[in-house]
């Protein structure tokens, strides 16, 4: 199987012409991944643009790729996004990545109320590239046409606006409905999962005043960093994604 690299600057490409690589990916190929002249590779430019070719010259300031093929994906639709609470260790994080490589459209870093990790100060931007990275490299494992947006942290007030205009859709294990039973509205969704120690009563009357709904995945109770992908798994069926 072809190995996929990201070019984000990557705008078009024509069949029988040639395509770059340079930088951080162009060493990766090289010198990582040690592509050799002939080999076949992917490359997406994360917004549905994929060039299907074979490398030409490779070197770890520079990769030339001779296209053999180009496709379009459309953007998936309606879109899911995962709002994800910050949570200690590296669950966030490992959450974030499956739910990638499931198909997220998007992942919203939230600052929740029992949330143990928090964001402030440097880490504000820390870690929202830490997440940023690991998505990208995650949407590159998968071979993902379309590369997930990593949004700026969010409290709890800002997923109560969101509800305005998209469906959101809160895990809780002791909600009534369960997530199976949703219909399809046409509507954007944002899945929202709490932290290891739950979403606080106030946070859940919150997003409820809302509009946003409770759902409940099954009967266990899931950690925090498989949750969302495993929400997102049922999400893709329901959407008719898989």
Same mark, same amino acid.
């Given at each position: ?143 993902? !046409? ?37 219909? !399809? ?33 099954? !009967? ?23």
């Amino acid at each position: 199987m072809a190995n996929f690299y990201l070019v984000e600057e990557l705008a078009a490409a024509a069949v029988g012409g040639t395509v770059a690589i340079a930088g951080a990916e162009a060493k990766h190929v090289a010198t990582v991944s040690r592509t050799r002249v002939g080999e076949r590779m992917l490359i997406g430019n994360g917004r549905g643009l994929v060039v299907d070719g074979v490398a030409e010259s490779v070197a770890p300031a520079e990769v030339i790729v001779r296209v053999e093929g180009v496709r379009v994906a459309d953007a998936p639709t309606p879109a899911i996004r995962l709002v994800q609470a910050l949570a200690k260790g590296d669950r966030d994080e490992l959450a974030i990545q499956a739910a990638t490589e499931l198909g997220v459209d998007g992942v919203v870093p939230w600052q929740a109320e029992r949330s143990v990790s928090r964001w402030s100060g440097p880490k504000l931007e820390k870690g929202r590239e830490r997440w940023a990275s690991i998505v990208r490299e995650a949407a590159k494992q998968s071979m993902r !046409p379309w590369l997930p947006e990593v949004a700026e942290l969010v409290a709890t007030h800002d997923i109560a606006a969101a509800a305005a205009t998209q469906r959101v859709l809160v895990l809780e294990p002791t909600a009534g409905h369960p997530l199976t039973a949703i219909e !399809p509205d046409g509507r954007d969704l944002l899945l929202v999962v709490g932290p290891e120690g739950g979403i606080a009563p106030g946070e859940l009357d919150a997003l409820q005043a809302a509009g946003a709904e409770l759902v409940r995945l099954g !009967p266990e109770v899931l950690r925090t960093s498989t949750a969302g992908p495993s929400a997102i798994a049922v999400l893709n069926a329901r959407l008719g994604r898989w």
